[in-house]
């Protein structure tokens, strides 16, 4: 068999790769925690990311209550720059707009 006819032969098969612990192919994106069967668009993941990263925040609102001394405003009003931005790249319906917004709000850990 010819290289171009195995070629061929894989042109219906995804070829994943690792990149910084997500993985991807020509049109699926899995990213980092999510199992390797799950296809997650990015319509579904860029509201999941809205939705955490609200929660973080309310959080941190509440920690700011709770103990006045702790500065969270400045990230609050960050936080919630990024989610704005997200809900405004869902209703443009640009795909690089909305790639950017998630990127943007999966740099928010879910550490507290």
Known sequence: MSDDQKACEN???EI??????????DNIFVPRGAAMTEAV?????????????????????????????M????????MQAEIDEGIA?????DV??????HEALLQNSSDD
């Open 96 to 101: 690089f707009r909305m790639l950017r917004a």
């Open 71 to 78: 500065m969270v405003g400045p990230a609050c009003a960050m």
């Open 41 to 69: 668009t990015l319509a579904d993941a860029l509201p999941n990311e809205i939705k955490r990263v609200q929660e973080k925040r309310e959080r941190w609102l509440g920690y700011g209550q709770k103990y006045p001394n």
């Open 89 to 93: 790249a869902l209703a443009s319906g």
């Open 11 to 13: 042109t219906d098969k």
């Open 16 to 25: 994943w790769r690792e990149r910084d612990g997500d993985f991807r192919a």
